[in-house]
């Protein structure tokens, strides 16, 4: 059998996964929105002017040069104002509508807003958003959306330098929107991973959640990645193009 009779089988297998949910999980990486024009973490071998993300990306850089982790954040802020959801997005907010509000959980470890964008009603942001400022002192968070910030932008409150509403490496994710991610892990038929490296955790562990209690597992991914053992199929290509086609063949 040649290579796209295979993947044809593939999508028809994940559709009739699909199909067959009564509830369906879907979890999010920067892969999806690699489309919409935005970076992955480690496609450019996970560099930001030479600094891996790891040691930007947390409480420990930012106390030490928050100047620097602002330049890093207000760069990939300054890109959201010219990204647009894409066909990946906009396919998981029909999923939605056709498996209903209790049937369909969205989680994302992006911190874009690309799928609020696209119109899915609820979002689990793992990771939180890029989109949101909190308060290092008093802790206020406002919706600051994709408008440029000062250097060190600091709270009109308090005057306490504001940070990204987004969780660092070593923070804790927020604990309601775990809850309500691993529950919809525990309790789906059917856990769809979509353009992540199932590298960072907690966030990749629901994968294994999900299998653990019995869902089918698929994988939409351009390479194969650390979660593709435990998958039950995995459909290799682009997102944008991969979604569209899988919510099409679960038929009407
Ligand atoms: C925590 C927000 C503890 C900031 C991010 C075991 C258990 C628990 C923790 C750990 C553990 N082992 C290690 C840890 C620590 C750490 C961790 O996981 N480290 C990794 C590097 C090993 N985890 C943490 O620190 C977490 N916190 O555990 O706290 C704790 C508990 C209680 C109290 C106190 C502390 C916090 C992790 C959150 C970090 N924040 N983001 C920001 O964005 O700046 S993580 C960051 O990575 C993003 O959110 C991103 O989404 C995420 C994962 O990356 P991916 O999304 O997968 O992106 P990546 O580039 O890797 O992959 C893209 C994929 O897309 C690729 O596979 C590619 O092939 C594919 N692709 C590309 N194009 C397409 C495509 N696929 C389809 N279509 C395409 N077109």
Same mark, same amino acid.
């Not at 929105?33 to 919409?36: F, G, K, L, P």
């Given at each position: 059998m040649h290579q796209n009779e295979t993947h044809a089988d593939d999508l028809d297998r994940a559709a009739a996964m699909l199909g067959s949910a009564r509830r369906v999980a879907v979890m999010t990486g920067a892969g999806i =929105?690699?489309?919409?024009g935005l970076a992955t973490f480690r496609g450019a071998g996970g560099l930001w002017e030479g600094h891996a993300v790891e040691d930007v990306a947390t409480p420990e850089a930012f106390r030490r040069d928050p100047a620097l982790v602002w330049r890093f954040y207000n760069a990939r802020r300054a890109s959201l104002a010219t990204v647009d959801p894409n066909p990946g997005h906009r396919a998981l907010v029909a999923l939605e509508e056709r498996m209903g509000e209790d049937g369909f959980t969205l989680i994302t470890q992006n911190v874009?807003?690309?799928h609020h964008?696209?119109?899915s009603r609820t979002v689990l942001?793992?990771?939180? =958003?890029l989109r949101r400022v909190r308060c290092s002192g008093c802790e206020i968070t406002e919706e600051r959306g994709a408008e440029p910030l000062p250097e060190l932008p600091r709270c009109s409150a308090c005057d306490a330098i504001l940070r990204p509403d987004v969780v660092w490496f070593h923070?804790?994710?927020p604990e309601d929107v775990w809850q309500k991610a691993e529950a919809a892990a525990r309790s789906c038929q059917c856990f769809v991973v979509v353009g992540t490296s199932?590298?960072?955790y907690p966030a990749a562990g629901l994968i294994y959640v999900a299998r653990e209690h019995g869902a089918k597992v698929i994988e939409i991914n351009i390479t194969a990645t650390e979660a593709s053992g435990a998958v039950d199929v995995s459909l290799r290509g682009p997102s944008g193009t991969i979604l569209p086609e899988l919510i099409k063949r679960m038929g009407t």
């Open positions: =929105s690699a489309e919409s874009d807003g690309l964008a696209a119109g942001e793992l990771h939180g =958003s923070e804790a994710l199932a590298i960072v």
